[in-house]
């Protein structure tokens, strides 16, 4: 399976594309949602509310998935399975991480060191305002599997080339 480089799954982690999460119910079964993510360099951050069913889940079980898919600007997977630390204030200062999430998204996801655009900066300003009243966590991913594919030379596994194969004759 062709897998995408260090460098670009560093540049497509760093695209605003929207993540899915599972956690786990009680019962055992999977509960998907989908998310905000920002990728640090070294530690993954999801932003959610201890109201939220998933971040009550992954407060009962730490296990955790993400998926991201893309077709644009580079068509791609990346999955990490691991577990969660939910972090919360005053014991955790989770307002840095949530506002660069927030650029993210909000804000058109600037470069590092770069300031968000002038007629984006007050729309960031508002959405991160409204994220400080609620009762907000931070959640840190703990990977311990990656799989990160690059779609753009994915040929698919061999059985399905040899399917495609077969159709064709």
Same mark, same amino acid.
């Given at each position: 399976?062709?897998?995408? =480089?260090?460098?670009?799954?560093?540049?497509?982690?760093?695209?605003?594309?929207?993540?899915?999460?599972?956690?786990?119910?009680?019962?055992?079964?999977?509960?998907?949602?989908?998310?905000?993510?920002?990728?640090?360099?070294?530690?993954?951050?999801?932003?959610?509310?201890?109201?939220?069913?998933?971040?009550?889940?992954?407060?009962?079980?730490?296990?955790? =998935?993400?998926?991201?898919?893309?077709?644009?600007?580079?068509?791609?997977?990346?999955?990490?399975?691991?577990?969660?630390?939910?972090?919360?204030?005053?014991?955790?200062?989770?307002?840095?991480? =949530?506002?660069?999430?927030?650029?993210?998204?909000?804000?058109?996801?600037?470069?590092?060191?770069?300031?968000?655009?002038?007629?984006?900066?007050?729309?960031?300003?508002?959405?991160?305002?409204?994220?400080?009243?609620?009762?907000?966590?931070?959640?840190?991913?703990?990977?311990?599997?990656?799989?990160?594919?690059?779609?753009?030379?994915?040929?698919?596994?061999?059985?399905?080339?040899?399917?495609?194969?077969?159709?064709? =004759?």
């Amino acid at each position: 399976m062709p897998r995408m =480089s260090a460098e670009d799954t560093e540049a497509f982690l760093a695209e605003p594309h929207v993540g899915v999460v599972a956690s786990l119910r009680r019962d055992g079964r999977p509960y998907t949602v989908p998310v905000w993510h920002l990728w640090d360099g070294t530690n993954l951050w999801i932003s959610g509310t201890e109201s939220r069913v998933w971040c009550r889940q992954l407060m009962r079980d730490p296990r955790i =998935s993400l998926c991201v898919e893309a077709l644009e600007p580079v068509p791609g997977h990346v999955g990490i399975d691991g577990s969660a630390e939910v972090l919360r204030p005053p014991e955790f200062d989770i307002w840095p991480v =949530s506002r660069q999430l927030v650029e993210k998204y909000v804000g058109g996801a600037p470069g590092p060191g770069e300031p968000v655009e002038t007629g984006k900066a007050a729309a960031v300003d508002a959405f991160f305002a409204n994220m400080q009243t609620e009762p907000r966590l931070l959640i840190r991913v703990i990977p311990e599997v990656w799989r990160a594919i690059d779609m753009r030379v994915y040929q698919g596994k061999r059985a399905d080339r040899d399917f495609q194969e077969r159709q064709r =004759s």
